[in-house]
C-alpha cells in the first residue's frame, strides 16, 4: 500500500480524510485511515454519560467518500522508511498524517486503577453503569478544568458531589473571566469545592486527602488533564511538554509527515499561541492536514493553517452553560441561553454521514472561510 495514510479516527483524522479525498478528485491516490476503533468518539458527549449517543460509526463518513479504514493500532512509525506497522502488519506511505489523539493521564497512586473516567466512551460506559439506578450517592471529581466541571455538575443532580483542585481557584486554567459564573453554578447545585489538595488514594468506598481526610463516595472521578498519544515519540522532533509535535503553518512536521488535532502544537494566532487539545481545533487542523498531504502529493496549492477566532463553552448542569470569547475568555452568554449554545455546539461537531457530497463539501470548508 501507499499513498496517504492517516493514523486515528477522531476529529482530526476523518477530517483528514475527508478533505483528502476533496483534493483527490478522479486521481487513484490511495487514502487510509488506521484506527483501532468502529466509531468515531464525540468526546465533548461524554459527560451527559449518554455514551451511544457520543458513537458515531466511521464506516457510514468513509465509505461514501472511497477511503479505506483498516481496524488496527499503529504500534510503530518509521520515517526514514515511510513505514508504519499496524497490528504487525507493515504499511508504507507516501505522506503520512498523525491524528492519534490524546488520552488521560492518569496518576501514579494506590488503588488508581478503581477511578472512573469519561475520557473514552468505554470510561463513560463504565461510571454510567456504576451509577445506573442510583440515587443520592457520593461523588468525588478530582480536577476542576473544562472536563472535572462538566461532569461535578452534570452529576449534581442526582447526587452529592465533592470536587478536588490542587490550585488555589477553581478552573485554574479557564482564567479569571468565567470564573464568577462557574462559583455561582457550584453553589446553586450545592458542589462542595475543596481546593489546595489532591487524592493520594483511592478503594472502593472513597478516596483519601493529602491532609489524609478521608472522603466516602461510590465513585471517584478523575479528570486530570490529557497528553498526547504517545506515538508522537517515534517522530524525530521535540515535542512539546503536552507531548505535541510542533507543525509549521501548513501543519507539517518534517518531510512527509503531518500532524492535526490533540498531538499537533500549532500556532493558532498572531501572537504564537498555540491550539488547545480541543475538537474545535483537531476539526480545521484535520481538514488542513489532510488537504496539505494529498496536494503535496498532487502538485496542487497549500492552504495554512489559520483557525477561527477562539470560543469556548462550558457545561454547567442544570445551571445553564458559559460561553465564552477570546483568549481571555469574556463571558458572552450564561444560564439557559449558554447552554442553548452549547447544546448547539454537541449537535453541530456531528459529523455529516451516508453523503459524499455534504462530507467533501464541509471538507473543503477550511477556517476563516478559506475555501480549501
Ligand atoms: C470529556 C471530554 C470533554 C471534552 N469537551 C470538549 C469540548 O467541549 N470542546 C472541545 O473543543 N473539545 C472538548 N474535548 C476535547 C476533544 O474531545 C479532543 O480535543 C478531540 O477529541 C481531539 O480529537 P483528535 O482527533 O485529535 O483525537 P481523539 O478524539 O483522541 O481521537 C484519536 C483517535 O486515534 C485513535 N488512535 C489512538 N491510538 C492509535 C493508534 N496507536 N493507532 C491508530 N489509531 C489510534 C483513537 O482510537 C481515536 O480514534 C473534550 C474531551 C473530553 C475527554
Redesign the pocket.
Known sequence: MSGIVI???????IWSAAAAARVRGDTDLNITL????DDL?L??R??RLLPDWSRVPLKRFLEPIGVSHLRA??TEIDTDAHRVVADDRPLTYERLVV????RLSRPAIPGSELLFD??TAEGAARLAGRLHGMSGFRAVVVGSG??GL?IATELAERGEVVLIERADTVGPDLGPGPRPVIEAALTALGVEVRLGTTITAVDETGARLLDGTRLPAEVVIWTGGMRA?L?TAQIPAERDPLGRLPVDRRLRVQGDVFAA???AAAVADGTGRHAL????F?TPMGKAAGHNAAADLLGAPLVDFTPDPYVT?LDLGSAGAVFTAGWDRQVQLDGKQGKEVKDTILDVIHPPLDDAEEILRQAGQQSNGVSG
Open positions: 493514523i486515528g479516527g477522531g476529529f482530526a483524522g488506521v484506527a483501532p476503533n468518539v468526546r465533548p461524554l459527560h493500532a499503529v491524528a492519534a489523539g490524546s469519561i475520557d473544562f472536563t462538566e498519544n506515538l488535532g490533540d498531538v487539545q480541543s475538537c474545535q483537531a463553552c
